[in-house]
């Protein structure tokens, strides 16, 4: 059996361990959280390397992107340092397949029209694959990058100016502390709210990208709203769906009632493909993927 270990920083009350197949391949995946904790991460990732068959960073990005240029975060290059013989992925790669192909496949299957919808996405350098996706079938899309992660009430409104955007600030950025720009440990837990970022929710048709800055930031009503996001749980489902929302979809599968993260995924794809990450591309994820049958999660919370 193949293990695959998905190391975060994020609360370990979302902790989860589950046993699976893929492509005739038993695999037992598990999700550690450290609550925050970078040294306790590295530790971690350090005494399990060479024991388990591939690594997710969880929780945290290696790379910021826009475009062709992307910033390694300080704190994440410490990280996949620590693993010294076990490979170890961040999700970036899956977010470029895997999202990109998930909106495409939405729009063709008739499943969400994005043709004039307005959509929040939450964080486009996030996703710069899904954030291109969206752009392409026609979505007006806003980019909450500098009003999410940064608290800077300035909406991005083209791939353009987010690209210029990280071009600026890129560099100082990646170098701060990681919990600086993202939802760690139990702050994963809370939903603050907010008057300011309210009306970004209320002027979208459609809310996607990453989970836990839509959570952070939740109204208390979203009603009619269509969630497109990964890394749920059955509480987070429970929540979106008491909070209004008509559709929830995860752009990597179920299982076993849990959305994983593309962290978590792309490990599984690593083992699958047989061969360090520097050495897959982008054909290689889509040929896995086909033969692994990875589709989209549909939920309808109405």
């Given amino acids: 059996m193949k293990r695959v270990v998905s190391v975060s920083l994020g609360s370990d ?21 450290t609550n925050g904790d970078l040294d306790k991460a590295v530790e971690l990732i350090r005494s399990l390397d060479g024991k388990v068959d591939a690594f ?19 704190d994440a290059r410490r990280l996949a340092e620590a693993a010294r013989v076990t490979p170890i992925v961040d999700g970036s790669g899956l977010k470029n397949t895997l999202e990109r192909k998930a909106v495409i496949y939405l729009q063709q299957q008739g499943l969400v029209d994005f043709r004039g919808q307005k959509v929040l996405l939450v964080c486009g350098v996030d996703r710069f694959g899904m954030a291109e996706a969206l752009v392409q079938t026609g979505a ?12 800077i009430p300035l909406p991005i409104r083209s791939l353009r100016t987010l690209a210029a955007a990280a071009a600026v600030l890129g560099p100082a950025v990646s170098q701060l502390p990681f919990r600086y720009l993202y939802p760690t440990g139990e702050r994963q837990e809370k939903t603050a709210g907010g008057e300011r970022h309210r009306r970004y929710y209320d002027a979208s048709d459609i809310i996607a990208g990453d989970f ?4 952070r930031y939740l109204p208390e009503k979203i009603e009619g709203k269509t969630v497109i996001t990964n890394t749920v749980t059955r509480e987070d489902v429970d929540l979106l769906a008491r909070r209004g929302a008509k559709l929830l979809i995860t752009t990597t599968p179920e299982i076993q009632g849990r959305s994983f993260g593309t962290n978590v995924m792309e490990a599984v794809l690593v083992v699958l493909a047989g061969k360090p990450p520097a050495e897959i591309n982008s054909g290689d994820y889509e040929e896995i993927l ?6 989209p999660r549909i939920v309808y919370l109405q």
Avoid: P
């Fill in 56 to 74: 997710g960073m969880g929780g945290i990005d290696l790379y910021i992107q826009a475009g062709r240029r992307r910033y390694q975060l300080r």
């Fill in 212 to 215: 836990h800055y839509i959570k």
């Fill in 290 to 295: 086909e033969k692994a049958r990875f589709m």
């Fill in 140 to 151: 007006e899309v806003v980019f909450g990058d500098l009003v999410f992660s940064l608290g």
């Fill in 13 to 33: 009350r979302r902790d989860h361990c589950v046993e699976t197949e893929f492509c005739g391949i038993k695999f037992r995946i598990e999700r550690i959280g």
